[in-house]
């Protein structure tokens, strides 16, 4: 079956550093993989997918990420982070027609 | 307006109260699904209505009943809920099934408290 692994609960950064968040994901064929982002009080958006082609995808507000075939990994990276990069990151996965499959989270804080 | 509406934003009610919550998209998509999330816990499909028939139900207990009159409103029907059913309940809607960009729109939530 289909899954997602966020390893890191809670990651916290200085503002200006380098970020990397972790995701690994189970799956038979190809995955198409997805980051999203959950801002305090708000719903999940969009940052980055990957469906085919190039493994390193850019996102909006800076983020990339790169998929690893053999290390079943698609984590998502920032050069520099912004206070207002804390929030809530989910790793997802295409399970089926109807169906996305979401990690459990990593909660980012930014340190001033 | 924003792309997803849901109201309320939070809900307090009894275990042997009936309310509802309310998702309305303006993005002319023609799929809407209802997530659960919970605290550290991965989100939780919980319906999917396509074209206004329902695709998934994902084993959710028969007290939360969801109803789509059209594309662009859902809801989420509660009655005799359980203390464990508090969360934020997230609506979302997509331009046809996730298959095709995989990308799916978020309203704020509905934050729910059963006592």
């Known amino acids: 079956a289909q899954s997602v692994t966020q390893p890191d609960i809670h990651i916290t950064v200085s503002e200006g550093a380098s970020l990397e968040l972790r995701c690994n994901y189970s799956?038979?064929?190809?995955?198409?993989l997805f980051w999203y982002v959950q801002s305090p009080g708000q719903g999940l958006q969009l940052l980055l997918k990957?469906?085919?082609?190039?493994?390193l995808v850019q996102g909006i507000k800076g983020f990339e990420a790169e998929f690893k075939r053999s290390q079943s990994s698609f984590n998502l990276r920032k050069p520099s982070v912004h206070w207002s990069d804390a929030a809530e990151y989910f790793c997802?996965?295409?399970?089926?027609?109807?169906?996305?499959?979401f990690g459990s989270g990593t909660r980012l804080s930014i340190r001033p | 307006e924003t792309g997803v509406t849901q109201t309320p934003r939070h809900l307090v009610m009894g275990m042997t109260n009936k309310k509802s919550l309310k998702c309305e998209q303006h993005?002319?998509?023609?799929?809407m699904y209802w997530y659960k999330q919970s605290a550290k816990k991965p989100l939780e499909l919980m319906f999917v209505?396509?074209?206004?028939?329902?695709?998934e139900n994902n084993s959710v207990p028969s007290r939360f009943s969801p109803e789509c009159p059209n594309s662009s409103h859902l809801f989420l029907h509660l009655h005799t809920l359980q203390p464990e059913d508090s969360a934020l309940y997230l609506c979302?809607?997509?331009?046809?099934?996730?298959?095709?960009?995989?990308?799916?729109?978020f309203g704020e939530g509905s934050r729910l408290t059963v006592l």
């Open positions: 979302a809607s997509s331009q046809g099934l996730t298959s095709r960009t995989g990308e799916l729109f």
């Open positions: 799956y038979g064929a190809t995955p198409y």
């Open positions: 990957y469906f085919s082609g190039d493994t």
């Open positions: 997802a996965v295409y399970s089926s027609a109807s169906k996305i499959i």
């Open positions: 993005l002319g998509h023609n799929a």
């Open positions: 209505y396509s074209l206004e028939e329902r695709v």
